[in-house]
């Protein structure tokens, strides 16, 4: 498989068993426990008598510029995984079969968190919540970094060895480096 991932791959990504079963995952365990919490942040907005962050429709547009670009970022990792790993987005899956260092992942290592990332924050914007906003993103963020690290790495590391380890020291977790000119 060349590396060069195209429009047409992203395309065929989506008619992949390894990318649908992720996202049923996504869809009906990921998006409702996010509902979930936005119901009790709302609770919390409430008792603690915290005003809305921003305003109709601004946190309209917000929402759908951080939701359509963490869709595209997630999207276009996961077609790297499905092609050049030639497996599954999701480790819990069987992950890939091969470790995959090029693309945006020659950028980051997680650049799916990047995309949930944006899509969440695009969810509290529209929800006009301050404490999902401020309280509960960070906190997603915090475990999601605890998560890839300790764990999903873990994995990596016995999966593909040595090769994960030299890919770790080189390439940062979730900010890339500025490359010198």
């Known amino acids: 498989m060349s590396e060069d991932i195209t429009l047409r791959h992203m395309w065929k990504t989506i008619f992949k068993r390894e990318f649908y079963i992720d996202m049923a995952v996504f869809v009906?365990?990921?998006?409702?426990?996010?509902l979930v919490i936005l119901f009790f942040s709302s609770k919390m907005d409430r008792a603690l008598d915290l005003k809305p962050i921003i305003s109709y429709p601004l946190?309209?547009?917000?929402?759908?510029?951080?939701?359509?670009t963490g869709a595209l970022i997630i999207w276009r990792a996961y077609t790297y995984l499905v092609f050049v790993g030639e497996?599954?987005?999701?480790?819990?899956?069987?992950?890939?079969?091969?470790?995959?260092?090029?693309g945006p992942y020659s950028l980051i290592r997680h650049p799916s968190v990047i995309g949930k990332?944006?899509?969440?924050?695009?969810?509290?914007?529209l929800s006009r919540s301050?404490?999902?906003?401020?309280?509960?993103?960070?906190s997603?963020?915090?475990?999601s970094a605890f998560y890839n690290r300790f764990i999903q790495?873990?994995?990596?590391?016995?999966?593909?060895?040595?090769?994960y380890l030299e890919y770790r020291k080189r390439v940062p977790m979730f900010i890339p480096k500025l490359r010198k000119r």
């Open 28 to 34: 009906f365990v990921c998006i409702p426990a996010v």
């Open 59 to 68: 946190n309209v547009v917000f929402f759908i510029i951080l939701s359509l």
């Open 87 to 102: 497996g599954s987005p999701c480790p819990q899956l069987g992950g890939t079969k091969k470790l995959v260092t090029t």
């Open 117 to 125: 990332l944006c899509g969440v924050i695009g969810l509290g914007l």
């Open 130 to 138: 301050p404490f999902f906003t401020f309280a509960v993103i960070p």
């Open 140 to 143: 997603l963020f915090v475990w």
């Open 153 to 163: 790495e873990k994995g990596c590391e016995d999966k593909f060895g040595g090769a």
